[in-house]
């Protein structure tokens, strides 16, 4: 069988999961491109190479790649949590396995949230910057004990965000509509977006999907100067909206791990209270190797083949 690594940074810190994919006795094709491929270049990798089981990182993988690959495809494991860029039905419907690492992100992303926040919170970014221009600026900061902020998705990710803010003294605000009736956010308050936008110091995203969670309407809603937070998509954030808000100091400070496209070339940019980061807070070498481990072990069991360990 020949398996594809659609993830480019797959194996590189550690080549166990490479050597689990050789014991089984598959023939692994890399990715040739080395970053994520566009809609055409996986369609013709699919196809071109006879794939039958792919290793997916976040390249698209809709009804049109897959039916392109219908007939070889037998299944695809997604390296990670997020599936909004697997078209599962269709999966479905062309008797395609599918299978992800939920857990396996949790504690990185939880600390790459943490640490953007701390960032943000105590200006480190500008006054490193402005130190190493000759300067010695002391910036008053804020602690996180007189912070606000609305976890928006309490999967497991957001509710490791809560726990871990919560713990350093931060009030925390659970908002997920996909939390039963009686739910009590892990024993965080919850509220709806709109109360949590109206008291928020910061708001940090969790959330699945592509659909905009913060738009124009409800940025406008934000006290002024409040930061946000996104490591989860970058369609849960209006762009636009965004730029208008940092520009109106609504937003005073913004940290993105997730864009709309990447790499990522866009407005923000400009803007140096923007933290930017190259959607990598999974990577610390723990969470990779657990991750491409399991994403292995998932692709070979649905592909029928043995797991040797």
């Given at each position: 069988m020949r398996i594809g690594i659609g993830a480019s940074s797959f194996a590189q810190e550690d080549p166990a999961p490479l050597r689990l994919?050789?014991?089984?006795?598959?023939?692994?094709?890399?990715?040739?491109?080395?970053?994520?491929?566009?809609?055409?270049?996986?369609?013709?990798?699919?196809?071109?190479?006879?794939?039958?089981g792919l290793?997916?990182?976040?390249?698209?993988?809709?009804?049109?790649?897959?039916?392109?690959?219908?007939?070889?495809?037998?299944?695809?494991?997604r390296i990670g949590i997020g599936m909004a860029n697997v078209d599962q039905e269709a999966a479905r419907e062309m008797g395609i396995k599918v299978s992800s690492t939920p857990d396996g992100p949790t504690e990185a992303v939880a600390e790459a949230t943490l640490a953007a926040l701390l960032c943000l919170l105590r200006n480190l970014e500008p006054m490193n910057r402005a130190l190493h221009q000759g300067e010695w600026p002391k910036s008053i900061g804020r602690s996180l004990a007189e912070t606000t902020v609305l976890v928006v998705g309490f999967g497991r990710i957001g509710r490791r965000v809560a726990a871990t803010l919560s713990s350093l003294?931060?009030?925390?605000?659970v908002c997920d509509p996909h939390l039963p009736a009686d739910a009590d956010g892990g024993g965080f308050p919850t509220?709806?977006?709109?109360?949590?936008?109206?008291?928020?110091?910061?708001?940090?995203?969790?959330?699945?999907?592509?659909k905009v969670i913060?738009?124009?309407?409800?940025?406008?809603?934000?006290?002024?100067?409040?930061?946000i937070l996104n490591s989860a998509r970058g369609g849960l954030v209006d762009e636009t909206a965004l730029v208008e808000a940092l520009e109106s100091g609504r937003v005073g400070k913004a940290w993105l791990d997730a864009f709309w496209e990447e790499p990522y070339r866009g407005p923000l940019l400009k803007y140096p209270q923007v933290l930017l980061t190259p959607h990598a807070a999974t990577y610390t070498r723990r969470c990779r190797l657990s991750m491409e481990t399991e994403a292995a072990r998932n692709l070979l069991r649905d592909l029928g083949l043995p797991v040797v360990a």
């Open positions: 994919l050789e014991a089984a006795g598959v023939t692994v094709v890399p990715n040739p491109y080395r970053r994520r491929m566009t809609e055409p270049e996986i369609m013709g990798y699919l196809v071109g190479d006879r794939l039958d290793l997916a990182g976040l390249e698209p993988l809709n009804r049109r790649v897959l039916e392109a690959a219908r007939g070889s495809l037998k299944a695809l494991a003294g931060a009030r925390i605000l509220v709806t977006l709109e109360q949590g936008l109206s008291v928020a110091d910061a708001v940090t995203l969790h959330a699945n999907g592509e913060l738009g124009r309407e409800e940025l406008a809603r934000l006290p002024q100067g409040a930061l």
